[in-house]
């Protein structure tokens, strides 16, 4: 899959497309200026492919070149920055 990760400003949320519409997404709100990462989503029959890995670097990617920070909520984002402390300079909080 070589998929680009996109943001969804009117959903609140960074889409990766995975295949016959479907996509994996971490949504968030604003608050105080920073993105809170809530909650990763990939479809069921796509579990345990890496796809939710791809998608958090993807958003990380993209948050990082767009100068924003992030405040990770979501249980999977909290455990995806343990293993990729690279990215701890866009957290915040």
Sequence with gaps: MDAKVTEN?????FELPI???????AYYRIDNGRVVLIHTEVPSEFSGQGIASQL??????????????ANPR???IGRFLIKNPQYSDIVAG
């Design 9 to 13: 400003v009117q959903q609140h949320r």
């Design 56 to 69: 958090a670097h993807g958003t990380f990617e993209l948050l990082r070149a767009t100068g924003r920070k």
């Design 74 to 76: 979501c249980p999977f």
């Design 19 to 25: 295949a016959d519409g479907a996509f994996a997404a």
